[in-house]
């Protein structure tokens, strides 16, 4: 049993609770049922759609709805706290018509091309953390493994130091897990403190030392005849090193888990390799690691609750991914799901940048270690650990490998 401190989470959620950090979904199933738009006055209010239809009428809907800021915590930033129209992390907390200009920047850098030709190195990489795990009879799916495959791939891509792995968790840890600390405390870790010195170290160096990465190419990249402003560099350096990291670290682990603890999908996967680019859509319906938020630009009614300007509101994709007026018998994983249009990747304009990628990562991930592992448990599902926040994942996966 967890130590829940909530009493009704139609009206007091907390998405930051021990209960909703083990285990969110029977909480959106009870809700889903009784009241579709769930309430709280923590984080200075916020509101909580969990069926399809109301994640995806916010989603589209820019007009009244911001994404300003994209994490609850309780700093509220209006619109004069950010530099204007980029926002603390372009693309993903800017609103149209700036949105498109910051999101088309990055669209080469992520084709299904460009992507293509990481692959390779992303293989290499999972066979080498395959290695390093040689000759154990238990590992940690998530430690040893799941963490280090999008970490190393972003970081190559940004061309940041690579033994900086550990200062980049930390980061990732500060920015979207401590979100119930006092605001100003927030502000001068997110905003002010030592992850905007590393960036700036990082990218004086590139001014410096011009080379082929994503972080020169912002450096030299402009906007109508315009070089970047330096904020937006490094609110685009951000964005890439917190969206590209964690989420698919988590949608790999989740994989994992799953098989470590379903032995029929384990074998049919192991022995039906081709069936893994669907697999991972279901993997990415069924366990989708991303909650985003967004904040009440104009009043506005949402399924019959009012929602006044300046609130938050989070956008739990994984709950209209298990809506079952969607997708039938939602709860069961179906590694062969055929029509599986899920949301994991969220829904209209800020549609995932990095979908190729992070499927690319998963698809290699998991075949590598069905190639390397096809039998293996998990070994104390009690011990498995889960992120707090808006990205849900296990931290903690031990696995007993058979021998
Ligand atoms: C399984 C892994 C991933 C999941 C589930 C995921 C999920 C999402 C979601 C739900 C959004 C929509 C945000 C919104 O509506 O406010 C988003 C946006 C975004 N993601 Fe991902 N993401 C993943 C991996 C990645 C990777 C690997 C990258 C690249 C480094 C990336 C970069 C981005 C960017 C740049 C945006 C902002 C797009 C925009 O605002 O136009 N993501 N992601």
Not at 18 to 30: N, T
Not at 191 to 215: F, K, M, N, S, W
Not at 341 to 370: D, K, P, T, Y
């Amino acid at each position: 049993m967890t130590d829940s401190k909530v009493t009704d989470w139609a009206t007091d959620f907390d998405h930051t609770d021990p209960a909703w950090v083990q285990d969110p979904y029977p909480i959106w199933d009870d809700l889903r049922s009784r009241c579709p738009v769930a309430h709280t006055d923590r984080y200075g209010g916020a509101w909580l759609p969990v069926t399809h239809r109301g994640v995806a009428a916010v989603a589209y809907d820019t007009e009244h709805f911001t994404s300003r800021s994209v994490v609850v915590s309780n700093v509220k930033p209006g619109p004069e706290d950010l530099p204007a129209p980029i926002g603390l992390a372009p693309p993903i907390t800017s609103d149209p018509p700036f949105h498109s200009l910051a999101r088309r920047l990055l669209l080469p850098a992520f084709s299904p091309r460009a992507i293509a030709a990481l692959e390779p190195m992303t293989r290499d990489l999972c066979r080498e953390l395959l290695d390093a795990t040689g000759g154990r009879s238990e590992i940690d799916a998530a430690v040893d493994y799941a963490q280090h495959i999008p970490l190393k791939v972003i970081v190559g891509m940004l061309g940041f130091p690579q033994e900086d792995a550990d200062i980049f968790r930390r980061f990732i840890h500060m920015v979207l897990e401590s979100v119930d600390m006092p605001a100003e405390a927030r502000i001068e870790q997110v905003e002010r403190g030592e992850i905007v010195d590393y960036l700036e170290e990082q990218i004086a160096d590139h001014q410096a030392h011009p080379r082929d990465d994503l972080t020169s190419f912002l450096i030299a990249a402009e906007l109508d005849g315009t070089r970047l402003a330096p904020e937006m560099v490094r609110g685009t350096v951000l964005l890439l090193m917190i969206a590209g990291i964690d989420t698919t670290w988590s949608a790999i682990g989740s994989a994992l888990w799953h098989l470590g603890l379903h032995p029929g999908d384990r074998k049919r996967l192991s022995a039906e390799p081709e069936l893994l680019p669907s697999a991972v859509e279901e993997f990415l319906r069924a366990y989708a690691p991303v909650t985003m938020a967004r904040m009440v630009a104009q009043d506005f009614e949402l399924e019959g609750r009012s929602l006044r300007e300046g609130d938050w509101l989070l956008l739990p994709f994984p709950s209209a991914n298990r809506d079952p007026s969607v997708f039938p018998e939602p709860d069961r994983v179906i590694l062969d799901r055929a029509d599986n249009r899920h949301a994991a990747f969220g829904l209209g304009i800020h549609r995932c940048l990095g979908s190729n990628l992070a499927r690319m990562e998963l698809r290699v991930a998991l075949g590598e270690w069905l190639a390397r592992y096809p039998d293996f448990e998990v070994s104390d599902p009690s011990a498995v650990t889960w992120s707090a926040g808006q990205v849900r994942g296990p931290r903690s996966i031990p696995v007993r490998i058979a021998s």
